[in-house]
């Protein structure tokens, strides 16, 4: 008989090791994903519900307001999230993170009625190293609805936005 261990290979780390997720002087770029439909590998599109879509945006306006984030840009996707923040205050942006995506599920289950997880379990990020980056970041994060036929214009979004002015 295998043993769990065996059965199950362990995660791979997406996060840099012995990296400081707690500086403010740095700018993260995150894609964080929907879940993915049980017994397959096809995401759904959750966001769609404005219900849902609204909270999100709540939710991350009211992470910016408590202080934890400085949140440059974002644009919430039929199916993911793409946000420009930085930490404040020393807070570790892993654990930022986890709070968001655990508040917005229970949300998610009793607004909307979602069952089961609404994130996937980990997210992507990038750090942008210099303003030209931070400025083609926002851009790219901006732009997602009008690449993905959603809308014509950047500005016909109504998930996305710039909140806080970009630093450098």
């Not at 892993?94 to 997210?123: D, N």
């Not at 750090?127 to 400025?135: N, P, S, Y």
């Not at 083609?136 to 002015?165: F, H, T």
């Amino acid at each position: 008989m295998k043993k769990w261990k065996d059965l199950y290979k362990r995660r791979k780390i997406l996060r840099l090791k012995d990296f400081d997720y707690t500086d403010s002087r740095y700018v993260y770029f995150l894609t964080i994903c929907a879940g993915h439909k049980v017994g397959t590998d096809r995401r759904v599109c959750p966001f769609e519900d404005k219900r849902l879509a609204n909270q999100i945006i709540e939710s991350l306006i009211y992470r910016r307001k408590k202080a934890d984030i400085s949140l440059y840009c974002y644009c919430l996707m039929p199916d993911h999230l793409h946000i420009a923040v930085s930490p404040k205050d020393g807070k570790n942006l892993p654990t930022i993170i986890k709070e968001f995506k655990t508040y917005t599920t229970q949300t998610g289950w009793k607004y909307v009625g979602i069952k089961g997880k609404l994130w996937q379990r980990s997210y992507y990020d990038h750090i942008a190293r210099r303003q030209e980056d931070l400025v083609s970041i926002c851009r790219y994060i901006l732009a997602n609805p009008v690449r993905k036929g959603l809308v014509d214009d950047v500005e016909d979004w109504q998930y996305s936005g710039m909140i806080d002015p970009l630093p450098w």
